[in-house]
């Protein structure tokens, strides 16, 4: 089983900590596993534990006045969510479902709060956080100027890269979902881009060719 430093030093997110920081970390967290379809944590309860998603695929769904869900974000191997408690509400603002099996490594709430009382520690975090939120108002500004085919093509591209075959471990529902279309416009995208020829989603594997990327 892989050390809990070493995924946390190879987290995207965690590029910059220091190894002193690093092992700190390590030294509070938890390995959880999570099954397919099981909730971590549930919109409006107690926000205890930041978390680094180590593998597998989590949604973060959002529930409106109407009852409606609607998918904020699928977020990816490597990536530090719910970080929001530590500065707001000290409660959960979203719901997070396991799309597939997932692990997260667990950091509660109580003592990545009294790193973040450590000048150098809190300095890294911050910095760290401020580049996290640079990022996604431009993925947030970029995304909502796309219609769903460009949304579909990114989505698929940010995942698992400009493969000539691709075997998603999301559902068609999920992914749906992650780029805010509903099953009904997805399918519907999907007739029509295996019309074109270059794309094919036969079974599970998703095949392209290379000319596809660069369409997009």
């Known amino acids: 089983m892989t050390?809990?430093?070493?995924?946390?030093?190879?987290?995207?997110?965690?590029a910059g900590l220091s190894e002193a920081a690093g092992k700190r970390l390590a030294e509070l967290s938890r390995r959880r596993t999570v099954a397919k379809r099981d909730l971590l944590f549930m919109e409006g309860s107690d926000g205890t534990a930041v978390y680094l998603l180590t593998a597998g695929n989590i949604q973060l769904v959002k529930t409106?006045?109407?009852g409606k869900e609607t998918v904020i974000k699928t977020v990816k191997e490597g990536e530090l969510f719910a970080e929001v408690i530590l500065f707001e509400k000290s409660k959960f603002p979203v719901t997070a479902i396991a799309c597939t099996e997932a692990e997260v490594i667990e950091l509660p709430r109580a003592g990545f709060l009294k790193l973040l009382n450590e000048e150098e520690f809190r300095n890294d975090f911050?910095?760290?956080?401020?580049?996290?939120?640079?990022?996604?108002?431009?993925?947030?500004?970029?995304?909502?100027?796309?219609?769903v085919e460009a949304r579909f093509v990114e989505f698929l591209r940010d995942h698992y890269g400009e493969m000539e075959k691709i075997t998603p471990d999301l559902s068609k529902k999920d992914i749906a979902s992650a780029i805010g279309a509903t099953p009904e416009t997805f399918s519907r995208l999907l007739q029509k881009l295996e019309k074109r020829d270059g794309f094919s989603w036969t079974g599970k594997t998703i095949t392209v060719n290379p000319g596809f990327w660069a369409e997009f």
């Open 3 to 14: 050390d809990p430093y070493l995924l946390i030093r190879n987290a995207k997110f965690f």
């Open 64 to 66: 409106n006045m109407d």
């Open 126 to 147: 911050m910095a760290m956080l401020m580049h996290k939120q640079r990022y996604l108002a431009e993925r947030i500004q970029q995304l909502t100027s796309m219609d």
